[in-house]
């Protein structure tokens, strides 16, 4: 059977779906393969500022305070992560597919924008809000139903959001400035996220009191993000081509069929899993080996400003060698800069955490942008395989994969952790600070190494992509 850039097979035409993804496109696009204007990337970028202000406080700081404040074990508080997570998991590709079938007049994916605003700040608010004493597995059943509701209608928000930012540009410079945007939005938010809430929590001597509030006080501010979005955006109505739907498990192996798939999939796990385990241990690796938790907002600043600082020479790099060499340059940076946390000590000078920090935040800069720009890519190749453009399944299946693989992480870390003698509050024992050291060092770069792998295995360069899209351009001109 023929094949098509990248090495894929086409399928079948009867195993083609419910639409056409190029049904919608946002407002602001001057064309689908022109250049977008600066405040329609700032609209859509801005729309992240929900997931990251909420998963960077959750990664944080939930396992931290329901180990150190409500109690919890580091295994059973590791539990509600995976459970959550998991679960979690397995509705994003639901979702996908629930978005890529809607049909309303408000479009597709905007009406669940709208459901999901008053909810998602509601259940972040639920879930600082200690019921009070009770048993540990009382307290261990509130906080995983908590955790799993506000996960579900996280979902319900950021996958249809993540389907809109993967059709804005056809154009392939274009789709990295996109991401672009809405990465230096992550960034920057991601930092804001990772100051002000404790700040919030820690200026109350009543610790639960303080935690009660910021998860006010986030839950009121995130509400606002969906429903700006929803009434400053509509989607475009172009006639829809009907086909024969395929069955949910059909989909979903037709969609990991695709060899570029695979790889991207394998890329964005090791990235954003490395990503997520930082950002769930620092707070330990900081208190209880290097005895500096009031340097910790000063590092996370450093790392963040790092990685905001250098996107630009990243996507310069990007333009001039493609997206598959520069996530490879990327990922080499981090993996060897991520080691230099095993040789700090509590008697290391400071410049030294916060330059380690500036390496590791260039490389973990890259690691954030690139994937998703890489999606639409592999979109193209499917839509030659399959005949089908479906952002939402896709977006879904690679949330599914990186929060399953995160929730494992997490939870496998709670068990070293106590396993180790870990006590809250408390000076650690000799193995307990080994595990925390060693953690915070090898376990993102377990998952680095993985993401390079995938990138150099990774089958589409710049040149596939100009193929594709001459030859999606030549099917469309003959319909």
């Known amino acids: 059977m023929p094949t098509v850039p990248g090495g894929t097979e086409p399928s079948n035409p009867k195993h083609v779906s419910s639409s056409r993804q190029r049904n919608y496109s946002p407002a602001g696009i001057a064309g689908a393969s022109g250049k977008l204007r600066w405040n329609t990337k700032l609209l859509y970028g801005s729309g992240e500022i929900v997931n990251v202000i909420t998963i960077t406080v959750i990664g944080m700081y939930y396992l931290f305070f329901l180990t150190d404040y409500?109690?919890?074990?580091?295994?059973?508080?590791?539990?509600?992560?995976?459970?959550?997570?998991?679960?979690?998991?397995?509705?994003?590709?639901?979702?996908?597919?629930?978005?890529?079938?809607?049909?309303?007049?408000?479009?597709?994916?905007?009406?669940?924008?709208?459901?999901?605003?008053?909810?998602?700040?509601?259940?972040?608010?639920?879930?600082?809000?200690?019921?009070?004493?009770?048993?540990?597995?009382?307290?261990a059943i509130y906080f995983t139903a908590a955790y799993m509701l506000f996960m579900t209608t996280l979902t319900l928000y950021y996958v249809p959001y993540l389907s809109l930012v993967a059709e804005l540009t056809e154009d392939y410079n274009e789709r990295t400035s996109v991401n672009n945007y809405r990465i230096v939005v992550q960034l920057l938010m991601g930092l804001v996220a990772a100051v002000i809430p404790k700040m919030i929590a820690d200026s109350y001597t009543d610790a639960f009191q303080g935690y009660r509030t910021m998860g006010l006080a986030v839950g009121l501010f995130i509400i606002l993000i969906p429903l700006l979005l929803f009434f400053r955006t509509k989607e475009r109505q172009t006639p829809e081509v009907h086909s024969r739907s395929l069955r949910f498990g059909s989909e979903i192996r037709l969609a990991l069929a695709s060899r570029p798939f695979r790889?991207?999939?394998?890329?964005?796990?090791?990235?954003?899993?490395?990503?997520?385990?930082?950002?769930?241990?620092?707070?330990?690796?900081?208190?209880?080996?290097?005895?500096?938790?009031?340097?910790?907002?000063?590092?996370?600043?450093?790392?963040?400003?790092?990685?905001?600082?250098?996107?630009?020479?990243?996507?310069?790099?990007?333009?001039?060698?493609?997206?598959?060499?520069?996530?490879?340059?990327?990922?080499?940076?981090?993996?060897?800069?991520?080691l230099a946390w095993m040789v700090l000590s509590p008697d290391s000078p400071s410049y030294l955490v916060y330059v380690i920090g500036a390496v590791v935040g260039s490389g973990y800069g890259v690691a954030h942008v690139v994937p998703w720009s890489m999606l639409p890519d592999v979109l193209d190749a499917d839509e030659l395989r399959t005949g089908l453009r479906r952002e939402g399944l896709y977006s879904g299946i690679m949330t599914f994969f990186m929060k399953t693989s995160n929730s494992l992480a997490i939870f496998l870390i709670g068990i070293l952790l106590e396993a180790a003698g870990y006590v809250p509050n408390q000076i650690q024992s000799g193995p307990a600070q080994m595990t925390i050291r060693t953690t915070m060092t090898f376990a993102p770069e377990l998952f680095i190494v993985a993401g390079l792998i995938a990138a150099f295995i990774y089958p589409l360069g710049k040149e596939d992509f100009t193929r594709n899209r001459e030859r999606l351009l030549e099917k469309a001109n003959t319909k």
């Open 263 to 338: 790889r991207l999939l394998l890329l964005y796990v090791g990235c954003y899993a490395a990503a997520n385990v930082i950002e769930g241990f620092v707070i330990y690796y900081m208190k209880y080996w290097l005895n500096r938790e009031e340097e910790m907002s000063y590092l996370l600043v450093t790392v963040i400003v790092a990685g905001v600082l250098t996107l630009p020479l990243w996507t310069k790099v990007s333009q001039a060698i493609g997206k598959k060499k520069t996530i490879i340059y990327g990922l080499l940076l981090w993996a060897v800069s991520q």
């Open 70 to 139: 409500v109690g919890l074990s580091p295994t059973l508080a590791g539990g509600i992560f995976m459970v959550g997570r998991i679960w979690d998991a397995f509705i994003d590709p639901v979702m996908g597919i629930v978005t890529d079938r809607t049909r309303t007049k408000w479009g597709r994916r905007r009406p669940f924008l709208f459901l999901s605003a008053v909810p998602v700040g509601l259940l972040f608010f639920l879930m600082w809000s200690y019921p009070g004493a009770g048993s540990n597995t009382l307290n």
